[in-house]
């Protein structure tokens, strides 16, 4: 039996959550001046570990793909 698949661009942001993810991230910490790359990585990992706890925001990242089907 043939297999139907669809064309995939090679690079789809609009179709990874990750991609809102880090735009979040990238959001929060732009204004924030560190004074080492161990204190932005510390940064990163806190806000990073607060979103998990979020779980609405991570469901938004995830809808905003449109991808999800309405019904299960």
Known sequence: MAEHRLPVPPY?????PAEGVWAHLK???????????????????TRLKRMQYQPDLLNGFIN???LIPTSL
């Open 64 to 66: 905003e793909t449109g």
């Open 27 to 45: 959001n929060s910490l732009g204004n924030l001046a560190p004074c080492s790359i161990d204190e932005l990585a510390a940064l990163a990992r």
């Open 12 to 16: 789809a942001p609009g179709l990874n």
